[in-house]
């Protein structure tokens, strides 16, 4: 999958699919990152698969891809292809890897739909993400030893730091913090996620 493609939609014409015809379309998301275009860009691709107002009128999709794991399994088949090209488009974008965000998802806040996805992407500075992290010992051992919140008293322990249950302090940390462990390392959540998104916003108002 190319670079600059997050994910990609199979588009079905849903009335000739219920006639015993498959008719779609795969779509590489983001279309455009203008609204103007974007608008002409999902109107030409309806049309090109019989989607036209008026003998055919609706559309599913009824596959997805995606390179980012647990991103498409929170899509279902009647997504509105506006909102999942912004959401392709504030991915693109975002000011974090793709492992956070693989991270951020199995977490699993703010994942019910492609809105709360949308605001998930918008708010990745209410996580704590620490790569490679993949245990308790290794959290435990993160806090103690760099963080740089007990310095000064890790250096006058001298070899007494040899017996540091650092797996009891990282879980007592994931536990109070609330967090997890993933493939990609430890997450957690620092603060609520504020919602730019609801059913009353300018989409065009969201475009960078």
Not at 67 to 94: P, Q, R, S, V, W
Not at 131 to 157: C, H, K, R
Request: aromatic letters at 12%.
């Amino acid at each position: 999958m190319k670079n600059d493609v997050i994910f990609r939609a199979y588009v079905t014409n849903l009335g000739l699919y219920n006639e015993g015809e498959l008719k779609g379309e795969w779509i590489d998301f983001p279309i455009q990152n203008d609204c103007e275009k974007l608008n002409e860009s999902i109107e030409k691709i309806l049309t090109e698969i019989g989607v036209d107002g008026k003998e055919y009128e609706e559309y599913f999709i009824t596959d997805y891809e995606s390179e980012i794991n647990g991103l498409t399994d929170c899509f279902g088949e009647y997504e509105n292809l506006f909102l999942l090209n912004l959401l392709a488009h504030k991915i693109l974008n975002m000011d974090c890897s793709t492992e956070q965000l693989e991270s951020m998802l199995e977490l699993g806040e703010s994942t019910e739909s492609v809105t709360d996805l949308i605001n998930l992407v918008c708010n990745i500075e209410c996580f704590y993400f620490l790569p490679n992290v993949q245990n308790d010992y290794d959290l435990g051992y993160e806090y103690a030893e760099n963080s740089g919140l007990y310095t000064e008293i890790f250096d006058s322990m001298g070899t007494l730091r040899n017996y540091i249950d650092y797996e009891s302090y990282g879980r007592d940390i994931r536990l109070t913090e609330g967090g997890i462990h993933t493939v990609n390392g430890y997450i957690t959540m620092t603060d609520s996620i504020t919602a730019y998104l609801d059913d009353t916003t300018d989409i065009s108002e969201l475009y960078e």
